[in-house]
């Protein structure tokens, strides 16, 4: 990240404009789908709503965390401001996930409807309560400041992931052309995510809880946490407490957001299906 990004102000800069990319990438999505919807099936454009509904609450929830970044952890901001505060970083964080994880289960969803795949309907139903736990987790280290937390919604994320991979790869055998091509790209991009999450994320998030537990580092009670996720907060833009947060929230409020966007504008799951 040093060579991308000499200084935290860059970075918050560089967010910020992709922020802002996003959102005007959103209103074309939206504009594009209002013009394919009288050629798509009542199942598909049902489906696509939906999708545009709960992806504009992940761009936007991300666009927010690009233009205030907090680490919910360290109590840090980039701005002396109440709205930097864990606690408001991490209800915002909370809604835009659970949008984002309730994307993947409706193109599961449409998948199986189209192919009448009862077992990708099945991983479907499973994802959205994976995260709705990780979220617990998530709020867990949020208020007591304890990464055994986040190292499980790590985790839980990873298994999510898996489950949509495991939905990709079921469904890809039917498919030909666009929709072929398309999950091939979804298969791609939850693989590289999946690597991530066990090679890079969860150890870094276990490694730190790993070494509080060795310093004997006392926590927030679940009172003492809540109270203070959302009235203290620090204002530094020091690059060493932002160097981790850099790396994936510059992947997370970029890559991950377009490919929420890209799935409102995905082929038509009910077409490209391979004869029986």
Request: with cysteine; hydrophobic share 50%.
């Amino acid at each position: 990240m040093d060579a991308i990004f000499p200084s935290v102000e860059s970075w918050w800069a560089t967010m910020s404009a992709i922020a802002v990319f996003n959102l005007i990438l959103l209103f074309y999505c939206s504009k594009r789908l209002k013009k394919r919807l009288p050629k798509l099936g009542d199942l598909v454009g049902g489906f696509r709503r939906k999708q545009l509904f709960f992806s504009a609450i992940y761009v936007i929830g991300c666009a927010f965390r690009s233009f205030v970044p907090a680490s919910q952890i360290k109590r840090t901001g980039l701005i002396d401001f109440w709205i930097t505060s864990s606690g408001m970083s991490r209800s915002v964080a909370t809604i835009a996930e659970l949008a984002f994880v309730i994307q993947w289960a409706l193109l599961l969803r449409e998948i199986s409807k189209s192919t009448n795949d009862q077992r990708i309907l099945f991983l479907s139903s499973m994802i959205v309560p994976v995260i709705a736990v990780a979220e617990v987790f998530s709020w867990y280290t949020c208020v007591t400041t304890n990464y055994i937390g986040t190292t499980i919604e790590e985790s839980l994320w990873a298994v999510a992931a898996t489950l949509t991979l495991i939905g990709f790869t079921l469904a890809y055998p039917k498919y030909s052309g666009a929709q072929r091509a398309f999950l091939t790209a979804g298969i791609i991009a939850c693989v590289g995510y999946i690597c991530y999450m066990v090679f890079v994320d969860v150890p870094a998030y276990l490694a730190n809880w790993q070494a509080a537990e060795a310093a004997g580092k006392s926590y927030l009670s679940i009172g003492e946490g809540i109270r203070d996720c959302f009235t203290v907060w620090h204002q530094t833009r020091s690059y060493e407490l932002w160097k981790y947060e850099m790396l994936w929230m510059t992947l997370y409020f970029s890559v991950a957001v377009w490919g929420s966007l890209c799935i409102i504008v995905a082929p038509a799951m009910d077409r490209g299906l391979k004869p029986k």
